[in-house]
């Protein structure tokens, strides 16, 4: 059975602190690897990646990929409260098929 | 583009009803996804379509659960009867891999939020 598995599960931590959140994956005919965010409604896409090594990067957000070991790492620097949500990593399997299996999340609360 | 649009916002019922919910995707993706959150279980996929056509409805729960896309830019999930244990927020997305062949994920919609009492 295809299995992603986040941690921690939840996380608190200050203003301006770096985070680093985990993604591991167990799964056939892996793809690619999608990180999401999730506050209070929909989550939202933040990076896919599909090649080992190379850092996916949006401002304080970065993301990295390792296929020999199956794990992914979303780090955030100079967190801020704003940045407090569920943090969801998924992972798409390749063929035709197109859904994607999440993980159970990250909670990170970023406090003043 | 309006995104994904998901209805109603909330929904709150007596075990025993009938509750649809409603998307409507992203005008020109062919993929649609129905997964339902929960604490427990996370986001689990229930059903996907492609262009209108069920590819996989493993993860439906049971017979009381029913999916239709009757055309590109609307689809149903039905309960029914509902139960309690139903109780979770249902959310749609669709996906095109048609954006220069490159696949940049799923959009979601808001979600239904659903009750059963």
């Not at chain 1, 892996?30 to 990067?57: C, N």
């Not at chain 1, 409260?81 to 798409?92: E, H, I, K, N, Q």
């Not at chain 2, 129905?34 to 379509?49: A, D, H, K, S």
Request: a neutral charge; glycine letters at 8%; hydrophobic letters at 35%.
């Amino acid at each position: 059975e295809d299995k992603v598995v986040q941690s921690p599960l939840s996380l608190v931590v200050h203003e301006g602190d770096t985070v680093t959140l985990n993604c591991s994956y167990e799964v056939t005919n892996f793809r690619s690897l999608l990180w999401y965010k999730q506050e209070k409604k929909a989550p939202t896409f933040l990076f896919m990646l599909t090649s080992s090594g190379i850092e996916k990067k949006s401002g304080r957000l970065s993301s990295i990929l390792d296929k020999k070991e199956l794990f992914s790492i979303l780090n955030i620097t100079a967190t801020q409260t704003g940045d407090s949500a569920v943090y969801l990593c998924a992972v798409r399997l390749s063929g035709s098929a197109r859904q994607l299996t999440f993980g159970s999340g990250t909670q990170l609360t970023v406090l003043p | 583009d309006a995104g994904v649009i998901q209805s109603p916002r909330h929904e709150v019922t007596e075990m025993g009803q009938e509750v649809t919910l409603r998307c409507k995707p992203i005008s020109g993706h062919d993929y649609l996804f129905w997964y339902r959150q929960t604490m427990m279980r996370g986001l689990e996929l229930l059903i996907y379509f492609n262009n209108n056509v069920p590819i996989d409805d493993s993860g439906m729960p049971e017979d009381r659960f029913s999916a239709k896309m009757p055309n590109a830019s609307f689809s149903t999930l039905k309960i029914q009867p509902s139960e309690p244990r139903d109780s979770a927020v249902y959310f749609c997305a669709s996906s095109s891999l048609r954006t220069g062949g490159i696949d940049y994920g799923y959009t979601f919609g808001s979600g239904t939020r659903l009750t059963v009492v």
